[in-house]
């Protein structure tokens, strides 16, 4: 039987720590799932999904904690079961100018109507003409079963509007 471990690893950024992260799980027979990794101020954050044998589980879990020696903080847990069946995967575009409160105003309506963010990349940057600040925004969301998408479009786009924002809501290839 196979476990899966999601590590949360943050600390400062320097070259190994990836290398580090990845012999440990090696040495321990773990298969190196999926990951999400930056460089954000100065500091590496990591997302990390390994799968392990149920019985070297737990040996892997001391041998990540190891790296705490080295200065990288790391969080794991136990995966589990996906609770909830989605109906269907839909993209999210937005971009727009930056203010505080668009993350928190989007995933509000989302989480209104159950939908889950699978995925969520965000970046600020300089428009090309104005010079002012961009707020650019990509998800993958899962949409339950019992949802209705274009009510959930039609609260997107009336957010959209308010915010001044450009929302684009695509179903998923």
């Known amino acids: 039987m196979k ?3 999601i590590l949360t690893l943050i600390g400062p950024d320097r070259p190994g720590l990836v290398s580090a992260v990845a012999a440990r799980a090696s040495q321990c027979g773990a298969n190196w799932m999926e990951s999400r990794m930056a460089h954000l101020a100065g500091q ?9 044998d149920a019985g070297a589980a737990d040996a892997l879990e001391t041998a990540l904690r190891g790296l705490e ?5 790391v969080a794991i847990a ?3 079961a996906n609770m909830t069946a989605a109906a269907g995967r839909v993209c999210l575009d937005l ?8 993350v928190r105003d989007i995933s509000s309506v989302l989480a209104r109507h159950g939908v889950s963010i699978e995925a969520l ?7 090309s003409m104005s010079g002012e600040t961009l707020f650019r925004a990509k998800a993958e969301l ?15 786009e009336a957010l959209a509007n308010e915010l001044m924002v450009d929302l684009a809501l695509d179903e998923a290839p």
Do not use: M
């Open 142 to 156: 899962a949409v339950p079963a019992a949802a209705d998408l274009a009510v959930i479009r039609a609260d997107l």
């Open 44 to 52: 590496f954050a990591g997302v990390v999904r390994l799968e392990a």
């Open 78 to 80: 136990r995966g589990g």
């Open 121 to 127: 990349e965000t970046a600020c940057e300089s428009a």
């Open 3 to 5: 476990t899966s471990l």
């Open 95 to 102: 971009v727009g100018h930056d203010r505080p409160g668009i």
């Open 69 to 73: 020696a080295e200065g990288l903080h």
